[in-house]
Protein backbone atom coordinates (compact mmCIF):
# COMPACT_ATOMS: atom_id res chain seq x y z
CA UNK A 1 0.00 0.00 0.00
CA UNK A 2 1.06 3.92 -0.12
CA UNK A 3 1.05 6.01 2.93
CA UNK A 4 -0.33 9.47 1.64
CA UNK A 5 -0.32 12.69 3.87
CA UNK A 6 -1.40 15.86 3.78
CA UNK A 7 -0.93 19.34 5.05
CA UNK A 8 -2.77 21.03 6.16
CA UNK A 9 -5.26 18.76 8.12
CA UNK A 10 -7.49 21.73 8.42
CA UNK A 11 -7.92 25.05 8.03
CA UNK A 12 -10.66 28.26 8.41
CA UNK A 13 -9.83 30.42 5.80
CA UNK A 14 -12.03 33.89 4.89
CA UNK A 15 -13.74 34.62 1.58
CA UNK A 16 -11.50 35.72 -1.33
CA UNK A 17 -8.16 33.87 -0.05
CA UNK A 18 -6.53 30.88 -1.39
CA UNK A 19 -5.08 27.82 0.22
CA UNK A 20 -2.62 25.52 -0.55
CA UNK A 21 -2.99 21.41 0.12
CA UNK A 22 -0.44 19.53 -0.17
CA UNK A 23 -0.05 15.97 -0.74
CA UNK A 24 3.12 13.47 0.14
CA UNK A 25 3.39 10.12 -0.76
CA UNK A 26 5.69 7.73 0.16
CA UNK A 27 6.52 6.08 -2.99
CA UNK A 28 6.64 6.59 -6.79
CA UNK A 29 3.30 6.89 -8.20
CA UNK A 30 2.35 7.31 -11.85
CA UNK A 31 -1.02 8.62 -11.17
CA UNK A 32 -2.23 11.36 -8.37
CA UNK A 33 -5.73 12.38 -8.35
CA UNK A 34 -7.68 15.51 -6.24
CA UNK A 35 -11.35 15.11 -4.88
CA UNK A 36 -13.61 16.83 -3.09
CA UNK A 37 -16.54 15.40 -1.14
CA UNK A 38 -19.08 17.26 1.66
CA UNK A 39 -19.02 15.24 4.68
CA UNK A 40 -21.36 12.17 4.55
CA UNK A 41 -21.05 12.67 0.89
CA UNK A 42 -19.76 11.18 -2.46
CA UNK A 43 -16.90 12.10 -3.37
CA UNK A 44 -16.19 13.86 -6.68
CA UNK A 45 -12.85 14.17 -8.95
CA UNK A 46 -11.62 17.39 -9.47
CA UNK A 47 -8.33 16.18 -11.88
CA UNK A 48 -5.60 14.13 -12.84
CA UNK A 49 -2.33 15.10 -11.64
CA UNK A 50 0.14 14.41 -14.17
CA UNK A 51 3.85 14.82 -13.17
CA UNK A 52 5.79 16.92 -16.19
CA UNK A 53 2.50 18.48 -17.71
CA UNK A 54 -1.03 20.22 -16.66
CA UNK A 55 -3.60 18.41 -14.85
CA UNK A 56 -6.86 17.04 -16.94
CA UNK A 57 -9.55 18.45 -15.14
CA UNK A 58 -13.26 17.29 -14.74
CA UNK A 59 -16.05 18.85 -15.79
CA UNK A 60 -17.24 21.75 -13.61
CA UNK A 61 -13.46 22.30 -12.56
CA UNK A 62 -11.17 24.46 -13.89
CA UNK A 63 -7.12 25.55 -13.60
CA UNK A 64 -7.97 29.01 -12.57
CA UNK A 65 -9.90 28.19 -9.59
CA UNK A 66 -7.82 24.67 -8.41
CA UNK A 67 -4.49 25.26 -9.84
CA UNK A 68 -2.34 21.98 -9.20
CA UNK A 69 1.05 21.25 -9.34
CA UNK A 70 3.13 17.71 -9.89
CA UNK A 71 6.43 18.19 -9.79
CA UNK A 72 8.06 14.97 -9.19
CA UNK A 73 6.59 11.80 -8.85
CA UNK A 74 5.92 11.34 -5.11
CA UNK A 75 4.29 15.27 -4.05
CA UNK A 76 1.80 17.38 -5.81
CA UNK A 77 -0.45 20.61 -4.48
CA UNK A 78 -3.75 21.60 -5.34
CA UNK A 79 -4.80 25.26 -4.81
CA UNK A 80 -8.36 26.31 -3.97
CA UNK A 81 -8.40 30.17 -5.25
CA UNK A 82 -10.84 32.76 -4.41
CA UNK A 83 -12.80 30.89 -2.20
CA UNK A 84 -16.18 31.26 -1.24
CA UNK A 85 -17.99 29.93 1.26
CA UNK A 86 -18.96 27.07 -1.66
CA UNK A 87 -15.67 25.85 -1.50
CA UNK A 88 -15.51 24.17 2.14
CA UNK A 89 -15.50 20.36 1.81
CA UNK A 90 -13.02 17.83 2.67
CA UNK A 91 -10.18 17.86 -0.12
CA UNK A 92 -8.91 14.43 -0.72
CA UNK A 93 -5.30 13.30 -2.24
CA UNK A 94 -5.48 9.74 -4.27
CA UNK A 95 -2.71 7.68 -5.90
CA UNK A 96 -2.93 4.45 -7.98
CA UNK A 97 -0.24 2.31 -7.57
CA UNK A 98 0.81 0.87 -10.73
CA UNK A 99 -0.50 -2.59 -11.67
CA UNK A 100 -2.33 -2.83 -8.14
CA UNK A 101 -5.84 -1.41 -9.88
CA UNK A 102 -6.19 -0.32 -6.20
CA UNK A 103 -6.38 3.42 -5.39
CA UNK A 104 -5.60 4.73 -2.02
CA UNK A 105 -6.61 8.50 0.09
CA UNK A 106 -5.40 10.77 2.07
CA UNK A 107 -6.66 11.58 5.29
CA UNK A 108 -8.46 14.65 3.85
CA UNK A 109 -8.17 18.43 4.14
CA UNK A 110 -11.34 19.95 5.55
CA UNK A 111 -11.62 23.56 4.75
CA UNK A 112 -14.14 25.76 5.95
CA UNK A 113 -14.47 29.04 4.39
CA UNK A 114 -16.07 32.28 6.14
CA UNK B 1 -19.41 7.18 -19.93
CA UNK B 2 -18.78 4.83 -16.47
CA UNK B 3 -20.86 5.28 -13.68
CA UNK B 4 -22.03 3.32 -10.27
CA UNK B 5 -25.84 3.89 -8.90
CA UNK B 6 -26.35 2.95 -5.35
CA UNK B 7 -30.26 2.81 -5.17
CA UNK B 8 -29.76 2.86 -1.43
CA UNK B 9 -28.72 6.36 0.93
CA UNK B 10 -28.96 4.17 4.42
CA UNK B 11 -29.36 0.58 4.93
CA UNK B 12 -30.42 -0.92 8.56
CA UNK B 13 -29.85 -4.28 9.46
CA UNK B 14 -29.93 -5.88 13.33
CA UNK B 15 -26.09 -6.95 14.31
CA UNK B 16 -26.00 -10.72 13.42
CA UNK B 17 -27.82 -10.34 10.44
CA UNK B 18 -26.54 -10.98 7.25
CA UNK B 19 -26.01 -7.57 4.86
CA UNK B 20 -26.11 -6.34 1.76
CA UNK B 21 -25.28 -3.04 0.28
CA UNK B 22 -26.45 -2.45 -3.28
CA UNK B 23 -24.63 -1.32 -6.07
CA UNK B 24 -25.37 -1.47 -10.10
CA UNK B 25 -23.10 -0.21 -12.83
CA UNK B 26 -23.10 1.25 -16.51
CA UNK B 27 -19.93 0.59 -18.52
CA UNK B 28 -18.50 -0.07 -21.99
CA UNK B 29 -16.12 -2.93 -21.82
CA UNK B 30 -14.91 -5.19 -18.65
CA UNK B 31 -15.84 -3.08 -15.84
CA UNK B 32 -12.86 -2.67 -13.06
CA UNK B 33 -15.49 -2.28 -9.28
CA UNK B 34 -14.44 -1.29 -6.11
CA UNK B 35 -16.00 -1.06 -2.62
CA UNK B 36 -14.25 1.38 -0.23
CA UNK B 37 -16.15 2.29 3.36
CA UNK B 38 -15.57 5.57 5.21
CA UNK B 39 -15.91 5.43 8.52
CA UNK B 40 -16.52 8.77 10.75
CA UNK B 41 -14.05 10.91 10.73
CA UNK B 42 -11.76 8.85 9.18
CA UNK B 43 -10.13 8.04 5.80
CA UNK B 44 -11.29 6.61 2.78
CA UNK B 45 -10.61 2.49 3.09
CA UNK B 46 -10.09 0.04 0.24
CA UNK B 47 -12.75 -2.84 0.82
CA UNK B 48 -12.36 -5.09 -2.15
CA UNK B 49 -12.10 -5.06 -6.32
CA UNK B 50 -13.19 -7.10 -9.24
CA UNK B 51 -11.08 -6.93 -11.59
CA UNK B 52 -11.40 -10.38 -14.16
CA UNK B 53 -11.99 -13.97 -12.47
CA UNK B 54 -14.49 -15.34 -9.94
CA UNK B 55 -17.24 -13.52 -9.47
CA UNK B 56 -17.28 -14.00 -5.60
CA UNK B 57 -14.67 -11.26 -4.38
CA UNK B 58 -13.34 -11.67 -0.78
CA UNK B 59 -12.16 -8.44 1.04
CA UNK B 60 -11.49 -7.18 4.02
CA UNK B 61 -13.12 -7.18 7.67
CA UNK B 62 -15.37 -10.43 6.25
CA UNK B 63 -16.85 -8.57 3.31
CA UNK B 64 -17.39 -9.75 0.01
CA UNK B 65 -18.81 -8.63 -3.10
CA UNK B 66 -20.69 -10.71 -6.15
CA UNK B 67 -20.34 -9.65 -9.61
CA UNK B 68 -23.34 -10.44 -11.84
CA UNK B 69 -22.89 -9.45 -15.29
CA UNK B 70 -26.30 -10.16 -16.51
CA UNK B 71 -28.19 -7.65 -13.84
CA UNK B 72 -24.89 -5.38 -13.91
CA UNK B 73 -24.32 -5.59 -10.35
CA UNK B 74 -21.70 -5.48 -7.78
CA UNK B 75 -23.20 -6.07 -4.58
CA UNK B 76 -21.60 -5.45 -1.13
CA UNK B 77 -22.25 -8.76 1.11
CA UNK B 78 -21.63 -10.07 4.51
CA UNK B 79 -22.95 -12.99 6.46
CA UNK B 80 -23.07 -11.40 9.83
CA UNK B 81 -23.26 -8.00 10.63
CA UNK B 82 -21.30 -6.40 13.61
CA UNK B 83 -22.05 -3.00 15.05
CA UNK B 84 -18.60 -1.64 13.97
CA UNK B 85 -19.76 -2.37 10.54
CA UNK B 86 -21.87 0.99 10.64
CA UNK B 87 -19.92 3.67 8.09
CA UNK B 88 -20.37 4.98 5.10
CA UNK B 89 -19.80 2.60 1.88
CA UNK B 90 -18.95 3.43 -1.88
CA UNK B 91 -18.89 1.84 -4.56
CA UNK B 92 -16.86 2.55 -7.92
CA UNK B 93 -15.96 1.90 -11.13
CA UNK B 94 -12.39 2.86 -12.97
CA UNK B 95 -12.03 4.05 -16.13
CA UNK B 96 -9.06 4.99 -15.46
CA UNK B 97 -10.28 7.53 -13.17
CA UNK B 98 -11.93 6.27 -10.21
CA UNK B 99 -15.55 7.15 -9.85
CA UNK B 100 -17.61 6.83 -7.17
CA UNK B 101 -21.62 6.14 -6.05
CA UNK B 102 -23.50 8.43 -4.29
CA UNK B 103 -22.69 6.13 -1.37
CA UNK B 104 -25.10 4.08 1.04
CA UNK B 105 -24.85 4.77 5.26
CA UNK B 106 -24.88 1.24 6.56
CA UNK B 107 -26.51 1.00 10.21
CA UNK B 108 -25.98 -1.96 12.22
CA UNK B 109 -28.37 -2.22 15.68
CA UNK B 110 -27.39 -3.76 18.17
Known amino acids: SAVISQKPSRDICQRGTSLTIQCQVDSQVTMMFWYRQQPGQSLTLIATANQGSEATYESGFVIDKFPISRPNLTFSTLTVSNMSPEDSSIYLC???????????FGPGTRLTVL | AQSVAQPEDQVNVAEGNPLTVKCTYS??????LFWYVQYPNRGLQFLLK??????LVKGSYGFEAEFNKSQTSFHLKKPSALVSDSALYFCAVRDPRVIFGKGTRLHILP
Open chain 1, 94 to 104: SVDLSGRNEQF
Open chain 2, 27 to 32: VSGNPY
Open chain 2, 50 to 55: YITGDN
